[in-house]
């Protein structure tokens, strides 16, 4: 997989599609161990539109979501080409704490270590911290089952 990888290459390796896909650029990638992750959050996010009209913050856990997606791509990419398109399910989200908001204009920086997992694996277990502007924003665990149906 070569990187960055964009748009197109994230939509051979993810099953979601917008509006639902958060996740813009995957930027570093090390199977079975870690991955960057770029999610640019824009006025236009239908989201947007009641949360909350006139002070527009994104969701918490649409930040959680982007950053479940972003380990999606490592799991995909770590399991190989035959898991790519798989639906992959939260398992459970620990130790979620949310530090800042996040408006239109900033720029979610995803960080993903794998605590276990790999090919072997279909369970999954993330360290995954958010950032904008190298402040932290988020912070959680995540489990889920990499390799549901197709």
Do not use: C
Not at 10 to 15: C, Q, S, Y
Not at 31 to 57: D, L, M, Q, Y
Request: aromatic share 8%.
């Amino acid at each position: 997989m070569q990187l960055p990888m964009g748009m197109k290459e994230i939509w051979e390796v993810l099953p979601h599609r917008p509006p639902f896909l958060l996740v813009d650029r995957i930027v570093e990638l090390e199977p079975n161990k870690r991955v960057v992750g770029i999610k640019s959050v824009t006025i236009n996010e239908p989201f947007f539109a009641g949360h909350f009209p006139g002070n527009p913050i994104m969701p918490g856990v649409l930040i959680i979501e982007a950053m479940a997606q972003v380990g999606g791509v490592l799991g995909a990419v770590s399991m190989g080409e035959e898991m790519y398109g798989h639906e992959m399910f939260f398992m459970g989200m620990d130790k979620v704490r949310f530090r800042k908001v996040v408006i239109p204009g900033d720029q979610l920086l995803f960080e993903l270590t794998m605590l276990r997992g790999g090919p072997q694996h279909r369970a999954w277990k993330l360290d995954g911290k958010a950032f904008v502007s190298q402040e932290l924003v988020a912070e959680a665990e995540l489990t889920a089952l990499v390799g549901g149906s197709k």
